[in-house]
């Protein structure tokens, strides 16, 4: 059974239908690719796995359970983390604060328990604390850990969201266009920790990316969207020779 079962996905806004009858499915252990041209669908597909936009019909199972009314703040509990097309960090809290922000679904009780420190909150505070440690270290972070996040290089505050979704140890990781606006050796550095986070952690991996060396580096499969539907999918060098991929993104170049 697949990890992630998206079945008959339509997302509708107003007029205009932006997932339009969409199926995928990512197995266990994939590093899997969603591209396709400006426009696609890419990020409502990702933001209807997460929750955030209303689904119009279709359903979509992350191991076995289905999330499609999973509202959006439980959705990290069910096993998914992101990160986003421009870099959502808390700026004004620390690297390390950034992280709990990630493991705080994991912590057991409200606000009243997050108040009163029992016994148990302060050895949960302690496992949060050690494993912020790792994921620092996994990352290359840990000398940044007591910095503000707004205060640190670009590519290390991508690394922070990255980071703060590990914390929250998902089953599958969703990044949004994480080699965005990197040089050409973090962009390498970004390539080996996906797939570290992958070898490494065991998380299974989702990415939305247009730097097509890295796709096609990276990827056990490809899936492209065209206008809110799949056109083709299969490993990274059938997809590259699919006329149906290459007109869909000769369009694009002509219509630039
Ligand atoms: N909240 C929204 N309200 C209205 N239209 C939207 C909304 N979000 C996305 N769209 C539209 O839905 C379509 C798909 O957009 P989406 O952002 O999913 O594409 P994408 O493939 O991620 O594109 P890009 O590669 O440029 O990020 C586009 O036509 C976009 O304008």
């Known amino acids: 059974m697949a990890l992630l079962n998206i079945d008959s996905l339509i997302v509708r806004f ?12 990512v197995e266990k252990g994939e590093i899997h690719s969603l591209i396709g041209p400006n426009g696609a669908g ?8 997460t929750r955030v936009v209303k689904i119009h019909s ?10 499609t009314h999973v509202a959006p703040h439980q959705v990290i509990s069910y096993g998914v983390a992101r990160t986003f097309q ?4 808390f700026k004004y809290l620390t690297v390390l604060e950034n992280f709990y922000v990630g493991y705080h679904h994991r912590i057991a009780g409200g606000l009243m328990k997050d108040l009163i420190v029992t016994k148990r909150r302060s050895l949960e505070n302690y496992e949060m604390y050690r494993e912020a440690l ?10 940044r850990l007591l910095s503000y996040a707004g205060s640190i290089p670009y590519f290390h505050q991508k690394l922070v969201e990255i980071g703060r979704a590990l914390m929250a140890k998902p089953k599958i990781l969703l990044l949004d266009e994480p080699a965005a606006g990197l040089n050409e050796a973090e962009t ?64 694009e170049v002509n219509s630039a």
């Open 86 to 89: 421009n870099v959502v960090v």
């Open 134 to 143: 790792n994921v620092a270290d996994f990352l290359g972070l840990k000398s």
């Open 188 to 251: 390498n550095q970004l390539v080996s920790i996906v797939r570290r986070i992958r070898d490494e952690m065991g998380i299974t991996v989702l990415l939305i990316e247009h730097d097509m060396r890295v796709v096609m580096d990276i990827s056990d499969v490809v899936t492209v969207m065209d206008f809110g539907k799949k056109i083709s999918e299969g490993k990274p060098e059938e997809v590259r020779k699919d006329p149906k991929v290459i007109s869909a993104y000769l369009g």
């Open 42 to 49: 890419k990020t409502t597909v990702f933001n209807a796995i």
């Open 14 to 25: 107003g007029g205009l239908v932006a997932v339009d009858n969409f199926s995928m499915r």
């Open 58 to 67: 279709g359903t979509i199972v992350l191991d076995g359970v289905e999330l």
